[in-house]
């Protein structure tokens, strides 16, 4: 059963950093790939970054790079998202995600519920 859930969001000041969590059920993190996810109200889904559990390669959008970053710990079953340097364009809710395919961001499948994050400017 695939299980995803998310925690660590927050409200923030531009500028500032928060890292969120993901605990996958050990069913789910024998995926592919996990990955974050973001949507901002009146926007569509975007992909934030990607791992691969197994050897820990990580892919970010351009958006993030340099200012946000992935990492697992396969002993938790739980991928991490740190993200610094905020901006208010980054606030948006925040879902975890898994793919059986690859970590490319049109192949993921299944997300979690979410967890908020706000950035104040």
């Known amino acids: 059963q695939v299980q995803l859930v998310e925690s660590g969001g927050g409200s923030v000041q531009a500028g500032g950093s928060l890292r969120l969590s993901c605990r996958a059920s050990a069913y789910t993190y024998r995926s592919v790939c996990l990955g974050w996810f973001r949507q901002a109200p009146g926007k569509e889904r975007e992909g934030v970054a990607a791992i691969r559990p197994d050897i820990g390669a990580a892919y970010y959008a351009d958006s993030v790079k340099g200012r946000f970053s992935i990492s697992r710990d396969n002993t938790k079953n739980t991928v991490y998202l740190a993200m610094n340097t905020l901006k208010p364009e980054d606030a948006a809710l925040y879902s975890c995600?898994?793919?059986?395919?690859?970590?490319?961001?049109?192949?993921?499948?299944?997300w979690g519920q979410g967890t908020q994050v706000t950035v104040s400017s």
């Open positions: 995600a898994a793919s059986n395919r690859s970590c490319v961001f049109d192949d993921f499948s299944y």
